[in-house]
């Protein structure tokens, strides 16, 4: 795909209506020019390629950014679909990421109780809140001065611009464990490349800071399925979905390889494993490290290849 930038975005509105019950699990690279609102349908390609054949399988229902790496999302009503990820305004998907001083990536996989800090948008800013820690106003636009940082994610080098001092010092006092930095990939700044997360991989994209795809669709369905089996129930929270569909059976999305969402068409990339993350509660930033991972490879569904349950990443068709 092209850079952070491209002129080629879809544009994803949510009318304010209840969802409905039903939907599907995918994770998406994607640019094209459309218009989604709730009740768009999701088409799945019964022939690759082939416009004509053409299956209903669900419609759009949420959507959801996160600012932040392993931070809360933000709902919002409508959305650019960029070569990056969603965009609403200047709020943009995984564009900001904790690291420790030498630049390597914190998630809730390390701190967990980043996922009781909350975001909201006013007069361009972020805004920081979680708790017992004050209110955090962050300006989008950074000073050019500000330090660039060479980060490391899974293995990967890409920049950073520093967020400054304040918002390092937010963080480091609410989680308390060792002196940690804030920073914003820029547009200009260069993804990491698709070939080089997944070696065999032929299509071509570029993410920032998400661990593999800049979009991730969920289904509804799926997660109704996995809550019937456990005693605690989890949340559409714990899976962080940007998408969210309704209208298809459970896990029936893994048999998508094509799908058409408007007119911005996405390819499977590959089944990825859940991980460590779902176990994270939402509400009060404790890892379980269990559930629902364990449930999820009992219940393992025909045509896995993993010892756990996945959702599915895609890239879209139309590579600039």
Not at 53 to 61: C, D, H, P, W
Not at 154 to 177: H, P, S, V, Y
Not at 226 to 240: A, H, I, P, S
Request: charged share 25%; net charge positive; aromatic share 8%.
């Amino acid at each position: 795909m092209g850079a952070a930038g491209s002129s080629l975005q879809a544009r994803f509105v949510v009318p304010h209506r209840p969802a409905l019950s039903r939907p599907a699990w995918l994770g998406v690279a994607a640019v094209g020019l459309a218009a989604v609102a709730l009740g768009t349908v999701v088409w799945r390609r019964a022939r690759p390629r082939r416009r004509r054949r053409l299956q209903q399988v669900g419609t759009v229902a949420e959507l959801c950014i996160y600012p932040v790496k392993s931070c809360k999302g933000v709902s919002v009503s409508e959305a650019e679909c960029t070569a990056l990820g969603l965009r609403s305004g200047h709020l943009r998907d995984r564009f900001w990421l904790v690291i420790k001083e030498d630049g390597h990536m914190v998630t809730a996989r390390q701190e967990p109780r980043l996922v009781l800090v909350s975001i909201s948008y006013e007069d361009d800013c972020l805004v920081f809140q979680a708790p017992g820690a004050g209110q955090l106003a962050l300006p989008c636009k950074l000073p050019s001065s500000n330090k660039i940082y060479d980060c490391r994610l899974f293995g990967l080098d890409i920049k950073g611009r520093d967020c400054g001092d304040e918002a390092a010092q937010w963080f480091t006092n609410f989680l308390k464990t060792e002196p940690f930095r804030l920073v914003q990939f820029e547009k200009n700044m260069k993804g990491r490349a698709s070939r080089k997360i997944f070696p065999s991989f032929v299509q071509n994209y570029q993410v920032a800071y998400p661990d593999c795809s800049p979009i991730m669709i969920l289904s509804e369905a799926s997660l109704a399925d996995l809550n019937t089996r456990l005693e605690k129930k989890v949340k559409m929270d714990q899976f962080r979905p940007n998408i969210v569909v309704t209208g298809c059976d459970a896990f029936e999305e893994d048999s998508w390889d094509e799908i058409l969402i408007g007119s911005t068409e996405m390819k499977k990339v590959l089944a990825c494993p859940r991980c460590i993350m779902t176990t994270v509660d939402p509400d009060t930033g404790v890892i379980d490290r269990k559930e629902p991972l364990e449930t999820l490879k009992r219940c393992q569904h025909p045509g896995d290849t993993d010892q756990d349950f996945n959702d599915n990443n895609y890239c879209t068709l139309a590579d600039p």
